[in-house]
């Protein structure tokens, strides 16, 4: 109690100066890099809620550039995403202006990481004890676990932490966090898409259910129970979370192998948001992206699949409403967009940069550094080549070879492959 009333603040602002000192030489070089990398302005900040969840401006290093499209607007994330800007947030030097909000007294050195504003209303009352201290540059839950661990399990560690604050406790989560850093293990980040956007905790899924495991788990609702949804739902059987899993067909007359109920139509989707966790499982990459964007706008609570056979390397970043199906290997540094399929035995290999509802099929393999942009579809057994980009709205047709830039919409097929159809501007 007198290490938080007396001495953490002086502590902090400290031990933030001298680090700001040391780390002078690496602001300015990466600054300069940022500067002529991906263009300025080289900090970017963002509201976040502080101590008692009043509203400061966190900043970060920039890590995206400003690219626009022929009409002036902003192109998708992946296309902006460099590796440098990769980079700079694997090694968390993105995080090294926080230093600055340190030092204003926005922010501590150790404590629970300061989140979106639009969470705030979303706490219960014990989580949101989180606020009665200043957010931290890296906490309890940060070093506690790795991305898998659930918006409530990080919750209830930084509540740990609130009644726990003690100076060596302190000095052990900095320790832990350099180690961290330093051997590149990852630290668990808010940030990340691989971690689902925080919807609230129910409140009687964590009073009265307490103890009972399996009365926990919640319903999934599945739309599309074709061949796809089939497979979908053999992937969430397997990773046994939902107690009761059901789907939604425009055929009700479908036969479900797995003799799930087909409980309603696409259009009942609605009536399902507030009762059940969803999954769109259409193979049409713009059907699906129109069904999943529609309930997401809605509120629909999307999850991600993915197969415990998948092999997932460091750093991979996988958006809402993607499956990664049995024996796909996603490497090191690449990120998935949402609503995308990662097929069968698929393998993607580092540093990619997959765009949103885009469908790798069956035994397709991306080697390094491939940018597939939305809504393309790489087709069975293709193969594309290393630092090869792929624009969106595509498709490589079954046992393509991509050994060139794809920049004109289209169907592409062959060894390597040429284009048979451009798309239709409409
Ligand atoms: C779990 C799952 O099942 S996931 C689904 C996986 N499925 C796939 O990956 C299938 C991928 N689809 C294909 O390869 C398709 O053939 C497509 C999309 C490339 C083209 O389909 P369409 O637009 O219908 O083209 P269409 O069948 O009319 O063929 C046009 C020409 O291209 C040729 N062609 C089509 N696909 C290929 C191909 N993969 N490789 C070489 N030539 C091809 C055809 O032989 C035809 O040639 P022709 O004009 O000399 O007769």
Redesign the pocket.
Known sequence: MVYRRFFKRPIDFILSLIAIIILSPVYIITAILIRIKLGSPVLFKQKRPGLNGEIFWMYKFRTMTDKKNENGELLDDEFRMTRFGNMLRSTSLDELPELFNILKGDMSIVGPRPLLVEYLPLYNDEQARRHEVRPGLSGLAQIGGRNAISWEEKFKLDVEYVDNISFIGDIKIILITIKKVFVREGINSEDSVTMERFKGTKVESSHHLEGDKNLMKKELVIIGAS??GK?VSDIALNLNRWNKISFLDDNLSLKTSMNLDIIGTIEDAPKFIDKAEMFVAI?NNSIRKRIQEDLKSKGANLVSLIHPSSIIGSHVNIGLGTVIMPGAIVNCETTIGEGSII??GSTIDHDNIIGNYV?I??GAHLAGTVRVGDRT?I????IVSNNINICEDS??????VVVKDIDIKG?Y??VPVKI??IKDKT
Do not use: E, L
Not at 395 to 400: D, E, F, L, S
């Open positions: 061949g796809h497979v193979g097929n069968t469908h099929s069956p579809w087709g069975v057994g293709a498709t490589i047709g079954a046992g393509g169907t097929v062959g048979i159809k």
